[in-house]
């Protein structure tokens, strides 16, 4: 069975990859950091085929060792301090763990290496909000990068040096930059999961209002499910390479907020929404789209679920989730 060894494997993407993995036969190792991180347990609850290797991204000598231990096929680094808005108050660690956590990363695949005839394979998740005050749109693999956040910098940093390491050691190193994904594993700090999971707490009257930034801000939303499998392609491929994975299409904030409250019934949601300049981040990215031809031409990876999709599969989640914390039956 081919072994893939996956940092990050309790956020959002470590868990859909991990499932998609073993959904592919693969065996499955997710790095897990901390002494007593309560969500290991939660995602072993649901993935008990998931083999545990302890390990932190600001350790090097922990990630030989768990890469020596996994003997993965495939490296997945989806580890990150990966909340923009924690950035800008921990600039510092985001740089070390975002940004110097890929060099490390790839150190320990580039040292444990792998069997001469099948070296390890390697995908970093490099991010759209390197384009932030964006050069061209759509934005695509050429376009020049212009971060606005701590966290933008620090994926610029892992993005380069997955390059430079690509072309000095020969790596099978590539970077998907993939623009904004979302779904029901979405951590609640986030824009989409803190807005479908308020319009569930809402329907429900578990909460009065939800207070949000600014809602002209407009992303390319996707579906999680759906990159992740693009992540898996770009390590398939005969050369390694770089990938702009997005949907080619832009929502705004209120747009999301319109359609999470349409799917409760709830047409005027303008009394539920208060905004505050606190959530204004200190200079906002430009209008982000992806051009995913790229992607699409040599991978022929294209996403399933439509922006509808994925916000109502999101609210349906959060109204159960919520239904049976406050034990109200739908
Ligand atoms: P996420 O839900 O925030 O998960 C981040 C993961 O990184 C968690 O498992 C966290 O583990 C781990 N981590 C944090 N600090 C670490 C450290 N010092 N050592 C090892 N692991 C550490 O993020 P996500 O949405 O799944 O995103 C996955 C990756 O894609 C991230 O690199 C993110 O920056 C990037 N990305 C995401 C998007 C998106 O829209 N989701 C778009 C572009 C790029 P703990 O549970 O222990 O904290």
Redesign the pocket.
């Known amino acids: 069975m081919p072994r893939a060894f996956i940092?990050?494997?309790?956020?959002?993407?470590?868990q859909h990859l991990a499932q998609f993995l073993h959904d592919q036969g693969y065996d499955v190792y997710g790095?897990?950091?901390?002494q007593s991180?309560p969500?290991i347990a939660a995602v072993l609850e649901e993935m008990p085929f998931i083999e545990t290797v302890p390990?932190?991204?600001?350790d090097l000598p922990s990630l030989v060792k768990a890469i020596e231990v996994s003997q993965p096929d495939e490296v997945y680094?989806?580890?990150?301090?990966?909340?923009v808005a924690m950035s800008f108050n921990q600039a510092e660690l985001t740089a070390n763990?975002?940004g110097l956590?890929v060099l490390r990363m790839l150190e320990a695949v580039r040292m444990v290496g792998g069997a001469e005839n099948n070296p390890i394979r390697f995908y970093q998740?490099?991010?759209?909000?390197m384009f932030g005050k964006v050069r061209e749109t759509p934005q695509t693999e050429a376009t020049p990068f212009h971060p606005r956040s701590p966290?933008g910098c620090a994926?610029v940093f892992g993005h380069d040096i997955v390059v430079n390491y690509r072309e000095s050691y020969d790596m099978f190193a590539c970077s998907g930059i993939?623009?904004?994904?979302?779904g029901p594993?979405?951590?609640i700090e986030?824009v989409t999961r803190k807005v479908t999971n308020a319009v569930a707490r809402i329907k429900l009257g578990l909460q009065q209002e939800i207070v949000l930034g600014n809602l002209d801000s407009k992303r390319d939303w996707g579906y999680?499910g759906d990159y992740v499998k693009a992540m898996w392609m770009m390590l398939q491929a005969d050369e390694p390479d770089d990938y702009v994975i997005a949907t080619g299409q832009t929502h705004s904030i209120e747009d999301l907020v319109e359609r999470a409250f349409a799917e409760v019934g709830i047409e005027d949601w303008r009394p539920y929404v208060r905004q505050d300049p606190k959530f204004f981040r200190p200079a906002e990215v430009d209008l982000l789209i992806g051009d995913p031809s790229k992607a699409k031409r040599e991978l022929g990876w294209e996403p399933d679920v439509s922006f509808p999709e994925l916000v109502s599969m999101m609210v349906r989640n959060d109204l159960e989730i919520e239904a049976k914390k406050a034990g109200i039956a739908l």
């Open positions: 940092t990050g494997i309790t956020g959002q993407d470590g790095m897990v950091k901390g991180n969500r390990g932190d991204l600001a680094n989806l580890g990150a301090i990966s909340f763990i975002t956590g998740a490099s991010s759209s909000e966290y994926k993939l623009f904004n994904h979302e594993r979405r951590g986030f999680a």
